[in-house]
T-cell receptor
Framework: EPEVTQTPSHQVTQMGQEVILRCVPI?????FYWYRQILGQKVEFLVS????????KSEIFDDQFSVERPDGSNFTLKIRSTKLEDSAMYFC???FGRGNEQYFGPGTRLTVT | GENVEQHPSTLSVQEGDSAVIKCTYS??????FPWYKQELGKRPQLIID?????GEKKDQRIAVTLNKTAKHFSLHITETQPEDSAVYFC?????????????FGTGTRLTIIP
């Protein structure tokens, strides 16, 4: 069964550094999402992406965050200048169409020191 | 925006007993309600979902009920087994317009006592 994949599984970075989290959604999916989960807390929506543009973003997704779909397979989340509070598990998700199930990737644990 | 409340935050049941987790939502436009199971360090995995045109859905030992009037939905697990131990998240989404983002509840840590 096709799966969403994410790399790296764990990223450690220093405060102020830029990080890029990578996702490969399921190949025929059209809707893409990033969520984050701070340790022990609930999963929170960050941003949705459809038809090569952001369709919605949360208040967490400020100017330090950006997303790209640079080619037909990858979907990336960039944090320009990381802060301690960006430490979390970041999940990518994708789905085929309206009303369909969202499939989650295994996550990238980001640790900002 | 949507707000999803989930209770209880922790739940321990004896193996073989039933477990019930309850969620409420605030946005009457929400019409899709999935439940995800998350084992430690792993991705959330969909275990069952329900849409607003249905009041109940069952899949083997798992069932979900929805009360649109009261804006609450519940997960029922019968004949619990040790492998049911995990964190369960409910979520709500609106699928007619917009981007269909999921708004999650705060999670329930379910422990099955052998």
């Amino acid at each position: 069964e096709p799966e969403v994949t994410q790399t790296p599984s764990h990223q450690v970075t220093q405060m102020g550094q830029e990080v890029i989290l990578r996702c490969v959604p399921i190949s025929n999916h059209l809707y893409f999402y990033w969520y984050r989960q701070i340790l022990g807390q609930k999963v929170e929506f960050l941003v949705s992406f459809y038809n090569n543009e952001i369709s919605e973003k949360s208040e967490i997704f400020d100017d330090q965050f950006s997303v790209e779909r640079p080619d037909g397979s990858n979907f990336t989340l960039k944090i320009r200048s990381t802060k301690l509070e960006d430490s979390a598990m970041y999940f990518c998700a994708s789905k085929f169409g309206r009303g369909n199930e969202q499939y989650f990737g295994p996550g990238t644990r980001l640790t900002v020191t | 925006g949507e707000n999803v409340e989930q209770h209880p935050s922790t739940l321990s049941v004896q193996e073989g007993d039933s477990a019930v987790i309850k969620c409420t939502y605030s946005d009457s436009a929400s019409n899709y309600f999935p439940w995800y199971k998350q084992e430690l360090g792993k991705r959330p995995q969909l275990i069952i979902d329900i849409r607003s045109n249905v009041g109940e859905k069952k899949d083997q030992r798992i069932a979900v009920t929805l009360n649109k009037t009261a804006k609450h939905f519940s997960l029922h697990i019968t004949e619990t087994q040790p492998e049911d131990s995990a964190v369960y998240f409910c979520a709500a989404s609106e699928t007619n317009f917009g981007n269909e983002k999921l708004t999650f509840g705060t999670g329930t840590r379910l422990t099955i006592i052998p």
